[in-house]
């Protein structure tokens, strides 16, 4: 018996993300950059810059008897677009076109029937807050922290 969906969820979505046509450009990175950032746009999954978790949990008992629990999580997640210009206004617009193709990937169409449930791993996810930030260093710097929630049963 599983004790948490998350595990699933994040592979899933990471999974999501990397095959969704609008981010074929973009960088998809599993939790935080090991290394010195140089990609002009990217998508954290499971991190945000000073971020203290990666996915916060719940659960509570489904029923009486406890056969089954019910499990609501939120992902954390970072998009950023950078440049060598001054440009804030293009920054920003393509931070938050980043992070539309990401809600888009996660509603259901006919070539992907089950993104909402995540490929199965919940009973539904979608994305649930953003916040922006905004900077100049070495030109125009945009970044969104934004949540995916979830809800699971185990």
């Known amino acids: 018996m599983a004790t948490s969906r998350v595990p699933a969820a994040v592979d899933a979505l990471l999974a999501i993300l990397q095959a969704a046509p609008a981010l ?13 950032v140089t990609d002009r746009h990217r998508i954290h999954v499971g991190w945000q810059p000073s971020g203290d ?6 659960q509570s008992f489904n029923s009486a008897g406890g056969r089954t629990r019910d499990e609501a999580f939120t992902i954390a997640c970072y998009a950023e677009s950078r440049s060598g210009e001054k440009d804030m206004a293009a920054r920003r617009a393509k931070v938050f076109e980043i992070v539309a193709a990401v809600e888009t990937a996660l509603r259901a169409t006919n070539e992907a029937p089950t993104a909402p449930t995540l490929t ?28 995916v929630t979830c809800q699971a049963r185990i």
Do not use: K, Y
């Not at 074929?24 to 010195?36: F, H, K, L, T």
């Not at 919940?122 to 260093?137: F, I, P, Y």
């Open 24 to 36: 074929a450009d973009i960088r998809i990175v599993d939790g935080p950059e090991s290394v010195n």
């Open 53 to 58: 978790s990666a996915v916060a949990l719940q």
């Open 120 to 147: 199965g791993t919940v009973l539904w996810a979608h994305l649930t807050a953003g916040d922006l930030s905004q900077w100049q260093q070495d030109g125009a710097n945009a970044g969104l922290n934004f949540t």
